[in-house]
């Protein structure tokens, strides 16, 4: 049976009237668009090895773009990729996919993509910072188009392959050949992201929504959440095993009962005790000064200034960030969690991805 249209699974779900978001799904997009294109997936990393190589098995003309000594060069190869420099991929191809770091591709776009396009050529960015904050400006008679997955690269991948997929935004910010948005959801296609569910949006909801979420409630408030509480109980005394399972390794069961069937899901499945505590003692926890910081940390989104904070903390060779990365590597709940999962063979996952 075909995949039901945008129209008849909004209706089928008798949701229509409460989505204001445009969703396209599998049959609402036409493969073909990017099977006729030389698409340059530049960067091979979280992001550029899922796209590169979920476009190959679409049957895609895929050539992966990256600098002479990069460390990404033989995976992408053993993979069985072909691997150009970044501008001669760029030079090659009809579609550049910018799959580089968010800090590298102002560099990137000026010296190596740039030059090498052509009009008629379109250029596509998983996420939207580089031409939300102004720091690639592409010229006229190139399509400007965002592929947004809505999760990590890996698991975009690992989707994939499984016949499932991550939802995708879509966004057009510059639509020359009047097909922009076809070619979009073509993209998303064979990446995966049609059969999730792509939605349209524009450059400025994919950057700011994605800054949000990941600092404020996805990485940032997560990781912070579970520090805190595993911090708590263990200063008060409880053995940091016990503590590690109560607000790590538990997180991860309540979340899928979450993604499974909402709030309301786990809420069903946990106890009542649990839900009387949950409704009574969570709004303590994220009261109305984390609402007020959450506030503050969307307007510095949206009016520039983490992105300029960021840009030249990377600039002058991150020192905050490489401080606190290594702080949040010798936190204590690491060592006891990395014990731990090695005892359980179906959970331990250490970094094996070849890209
Ligand atoms: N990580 C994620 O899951 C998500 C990322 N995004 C977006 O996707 C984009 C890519 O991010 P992400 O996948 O995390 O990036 P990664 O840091 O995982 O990968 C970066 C890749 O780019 C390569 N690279 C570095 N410098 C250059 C260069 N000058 N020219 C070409 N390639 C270069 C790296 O090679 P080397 O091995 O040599 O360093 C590596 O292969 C970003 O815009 C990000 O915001 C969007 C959604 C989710
Ligand atoms: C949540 C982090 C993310 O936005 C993502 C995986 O979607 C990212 O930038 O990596
Ligand atoms: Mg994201
Ligand atoms: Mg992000």
């Known amino acids: 049976m075909a995949a039901p249209s945008a129209a008849e699974h909004t209706a089928e779900k008798g949701i229509r009237e409460h989505m204001a978001a445009t969703i396209y799904y599998e049959a609402d997009t036409d493969l073909c668009i990017v099977q006729g294109r030389k698409v340059a997936v530049i960067g091979y990393g979280s992001q550029g090895h899922a796209h ?67 009009p008629g050529d379109a250029l596509l960015f998983s996420h939207g910072f580089n031409v939300r904050y102004g720091y690639i400006t592409p010229p006229e008679g190139v399509d400007v188009l965002l592929v947004a997955p809505k999760g990590p690269g ?25 097909g922009a948005l076809a070619l979009g959801l073509s993209y998303a296609a064979a990446i995966g992201g049609a059969r999730a569910g792509v939605l349209e949006t524009t450059f400025a909801e994919e950057t700011e929504t994605d800054l949000f979420g990941e600092q404020a409630v996805l990485c940032g408030g997560t990781s912070a959440l579970i520090q805190a509480g595993f911090d708590t109980l263990v200063s008060a005394g409880y053995q940091p095993e ?53 506030r ?3 307007t510095e989104i949206q009016d520039g200034t983490f992105a300029k904070e960021w840009i ?17 590597k010798a936190h204590g709940i690491e060592a006891v969690g990395e014990r731990l999962r090695g005892l359980m063979s179906w959970v331990d996952r250490p970094i094996t991805e070849t890209a």
């Open 296 to 298: 503050k940390i969307l």
């Open 52 to 118: 590169a190589l979920s476009l190959r098995d679409s049957g895609v003309d895929v050539r992966v773009g990256l600098p002479e000594g990069s460390k990404s060069r033989a995976k992408a190869e053993e993979a069985g990729l072909r691997v150009l420099t970044p501008a001669a991929a760029v030079a090659e191809a009809d579609l550049v996919s910018v799959q580089a770091p968010d800090t590298v591709q102002r560099t990137l776009y000026r010296d190596d993509i740039e030059p090498h396009l052509r």
């Open 154 to 178: 890996h698991l975009v991948r690992r989707q994939f392959t499984e016949g499932n997929g991550v939802p995708c935004l879509v966004a057009v910010e510059a639509d020359a050949s009047g």
């Open 312 to 328: 030249a903390e990377d600039e002058s060779g991150r020192p905050a960030f490489l401080r606190l990365r290594a702080e949040g």
């Open 242 to 294: 016990i503590a590690y399972f109560e607000v790590l390794h538990e997180l991860k069961l309540i979340v899928d009962l979450i993604y499974e069937g909402g709030i309301a899901r786990q809420r069903y499945s946990c106890s009542d005790t649990a839900e009387y505590g949950d409704l009574t003692r969570g709004p303590r926890v994220v009261g109305e000064a984390t609402r007020a910081e959450m």
